[in-house]
Nanobody, 120 residues
Framework: QVQLVESGGGLLQPGGSLRLSCAASGSIDRINAMGWYRRTAPGKQRELVAFITSSGSTNYADSVKGRFTISSDNAKNTVYLQMNSLKPEDTAVYYC?????????????WGQGTQVTVSS
């Protein structure tokens, strides 16, 4: 069993800041990468926001570069997403995602999602 516990979503005005957290626990030998995806509307595909590998390499969607920062605490198996200068188009359900290894086999797992709403 693997758990991803997300926190930090909410409602805020344009230009505001928010930090999302996601803590992984359970039957995990090694986390290889963690990241955030979002779904902006029901029926739309989830899109990558940012991810970070266990070695610290990061990747961002063009739409959030310069505004969002992903970081991790490997000792706590936790990933953070600092979101600044938020725009209405950032409104979405944000999902935590992880790639991990258990008994030398790779797996992926998704969190339940946390709502972020940016509106005046």
């Amino acid at each position: 069993q693997v758990q991803l516990v997300e926190s930090g979503g909410g409602l805020l005005q344009p230009g505001g800041s928010l930090r999302l957290s996601c803590a992984a626990s359970g039957s995990i030998d090694r986390i290889n990468a963690m990241g955030w995806y979002r779904r902006t509307a029901p029926g739309k595909q989830r899109e990558l926001v940012a991810f970070i590998t266990s070695s610290g390499s990061t990747n961002y969607a063009d739409s959030v570069k310069g505004r969002f920062t992903i970081s991790s605490d490997n000792a706590k198996n936790t990933v953070y997403l600092q979101m600044n200068s938020l725009k209405p188009e950032d409104t979405a359900v944000y999902y935590c995602h992880t790639l991990y290894t258990r008994y030398l086999v790779g797996y992926e797992y998704w969190g339940q999602g946390t709502q972020v709403t940016v509106s005046s």
